[in-house]
Nanobody, 125 residues
Framework: QVQLVESGGGLVQAGGSLRLSCAAS????????MGWFRQAPGKAREFLAA????????YYTDSVKGRFTISRDNAKNTVYLQMDSLKPEDTAVYYC??????????????????WGQGTQVTVSS
């Protein structure tokens, strides 16, 4: 059973930056695909980014491409989401997710069986 714990959320002004961290335990971290979703009030969960096991290829949803960067440190069992040029519409609860390696990319939330508890990000205008 994989446990995920996010940290790094908070309040930031528009145009600012935050780095979210997700510490994983209970599994072989280096063999998992890792990702991030978010959910704003009254909206559906939205896929943001994922980083695949092995070659470490990444993919992003269009709304954050060029502003957000996902990375991982296998030695620390941690995945990061660097968020730059933040906008008020980025305000949401951010979730770290994980799944065993499958070899294909996916943005579907049901494909990720492991979820963290979420961390709040609020961007003021």
């Amino acid at each position: 059973q994989v446990q995920l714990v996010e940290s790094g959320g908070g309040l930031v002004q528009a145009g600012g930056s935050l780095r979210l961290s997700c510490a994983a335990s209970g599994g072989t971290f280096s063999s998992y695909d890792m990702g991030w979703f978010r959910q704003a009030p009254g909206k559906a969960r939205e896929f943001l980014a994922a980083l695949m096991w092995g070659a470490g290829s990444t993919y992003y949803t269009d709304s954050v491409k060029g502003r957000f960067t996902i990375s991982r440190d296998n030695a620390k069992n941690t995945v990061y989401l660097q968020m730059d040029s933040l906008k008020p519409e980025d305000t949401a609860v951010y979730y770290c997710v994980a799944r065993g390696y499958t070899g294909y990319k996916t943005a579907a939330s049901y494909e990720y069986p492991y979820w963290g508890q979420g961390t709040q990000v609020t961007v003021s205008s």
